[in-house]
């Protein structure tokens, strides 16, 4: 920071940050690598609990814990290049540590960078360190040229891609943006869609969004990672994601999977940060067990609402018959795959808020893997109960938040890319119930929410004030 000189002023000169308290961190240091797992457990706790609210805290040695990333195997050497990387997540705020951060990393970068050559480096490690230097662009030039030849694709794409630091004055630069997540090398050589020529600022927000998205992708996976293989001590909720809010790279997302094919992959990718499905254990076809199990119809039509590319659709229409299925999606894109995929089944484009539907025409509704994506939840499910005929089900798979504090914190993340959210299921029951929808199954592993409701035959009662 400048001096500043101002008439009739005394002059003002910018103080550097102030000392850490040695004393005060340095038995720290020794706690988070004890050989007993209940004093660095405590020890770590106490580190982010310091760090994530430094205006409480006062100044931080992170010497102590960069050293500990860099030293002999202990699993606070995860946690802590994961801790790290949250920290640089928040680099566009006021706090002077993703700053400092970034100089002690820089220091001691090459024996970083060694890690992700070691034999008996952890691969929870692994995926934390690279998440870490994701944040780091200013060191692309000393970390590109060492990344290991048996570093994984997906790994090695995702790294280089937030490393790069664009020139949109350059065409291939602007073409890729929406075809990087989950990685660009799932995208391949596939020509880019002609889409609308856009400026620079808009080109920038998309391009920030899509770094913050894989991002989110990684530190999350690390986080699972990390805690089946050593476990989370109790950890404060981080700070609140500064990562760009911006619908508009969803929605350029699902433009480029639909012409290029890539639907089907995004849609396996998709619950892995929201359902922290890592390991592909959930399948959509869980999701069409669920439906098939609990679509109990009464006499109407069976609405897909949110139906996309007509995933759910075909369940439906293989349970009671594609004659006796609508399809409603507010994308024009999606409804001409849908059609295409699922023959007999009328498809409408409308919005979910304002169905255009008569009271109680439905016999069922289904909103699979929607709920989360649509603006003004509470309004879609008052228009679905309005809709719904009395004793219609309604089912949906959603998301609940994560029961760990760094899950929650990458869920945020990955929520505010997309313009999704997660819902508790006590709040979506109320909001269900404010309608006259009453909740009979509330389910799902993980961080997968399935919820069937059922339409009271008596006293739809009013929307009510319950939001979600």
Not at 66 to 73: A, C, D, F, R
Not at 132 to 141: A, F, G, K, V, Y
Not at 265 to 291: I, M
Not at 419 to 442: C, H, K, M, N, Q
Request: net charge negative.
């Amino acid at each position: 920071m400048r001096a500043q000189e101002q008439p009739g002023l005394p002059r003002v000169t910018a103080q550097p940050d102030p000392a850490p308290d040695t004393a005060r961190w340095g038995g720290l240091r020794a706690a988070l690598v004890h050989h007993d797992p209940q004093v660095s457990d405590v020890a770590f706790a106490r580190l982010a609990r310091e760090l994530l609210d430094p205006a409480a805290a006062g100044p931080a040695d992170l010497v102590g814990p960069v050293e500990v990333l860099t030293g002999s195997p202990h699993p606070n050497r995860a946690r802590v290049a994961l801790l790290l990387g949250v920290l640089l997540g928040d680099d566009e705020s006021s706090s002077y540590l993703p700053g400092q951060i970034k100089g002690v990393l820089g220091d001691r970068l090459d024996a970083s960078m060694r890690l992700l050559e070691r034999a008996d480096t952890e691969p929870c490690l692994r995926t934390a360190l690279l998440h870490l230097l994701m944040h780091l662009p200013e060191q692309r030039d000393r970390i590109s040229p060492v990344l290991p030849a048996d570093l994984d694709e997906h790994d090695a794409a995702r790294l280089r891609r937030c490393l790069t630091v664009p020139d949109f004055t350059d065409p291939s630069c602007a073409a890729g943006i929406g075809r990087a997540w989950p990685s660009p090398a799932h995208w391949g050589s596939l020509a880019p869609i002609t889409g609308p020529v856009r400026a620079g600022a808009e080109l920038a927000e998309l391009w920030d969004a899509e770094t913050a998205a894989l991002r989110a992708y990684q530190g999350a996976r690390a986080e699972h990672e990390i805690h089946h293989a050593f476990g989370w001590p109790e950890l404060p909720e981080p700070p609140e994601p500064v990562t760009p809010a911006s619908g508009a790279y969803r929605r350029l997302l699902e433009q480029e999977s639909t012409a290029g094919q890539r639907i089907e992959l995004l849609r396996a990718e998709s619950g892995a940060v929201p359902g922290g499905n890592w390991d592909r254990s959930v399948t959509a076809w869980d999701e069409d067990a669920y439906l098939r199990r609990n679509l109990r119809p009464a006499p109407g039509p069976v609405l897909d609402v949110a139906c996309g590319t007509g995933r759910w659709t075909r369940v439906l229409a293989e349970q009671v018959g594609p004659d006796r299925v609508l399809g409603l999606d507010s994308a024009a894109p999606l409804l001409e795959v849908a059609r295409a995929a699922v023959p007999g089944v009328l498809f409408t484009e409308g919005d979910a808020r304002a169905l255009p539907f008569p009271d109680a025409f439905l016999g069922a509704v289904n909103c699979s893997d929607a709920l989360h994506l649509l603006p003004e939840p509470q309004r879609v499910i008052a228009e679905v109960a309005r809709c719904l005929h009395p004793a219609g089900t309604f089912t949906a798979t959603t998301y609940r938040p994560g029961t760990r504090a760094f899950q929650r914190y990458f869920q945020r993340c990955h929520e505010r890319v997309f313009g999704l959210r997660s819902f508790e299921p006590e709040t979506i029951a109320e909001a269900f119930g404010s309608v006259g929808l009453d909740v009979v199954d509330s389910s799902g592993p993980g961080s997968f929410l399935y919820l069937t409701a059922r339409r009271r035959a008596v006293g739809r009662g009013g929307m009510g004030a319950v939001a979600v």
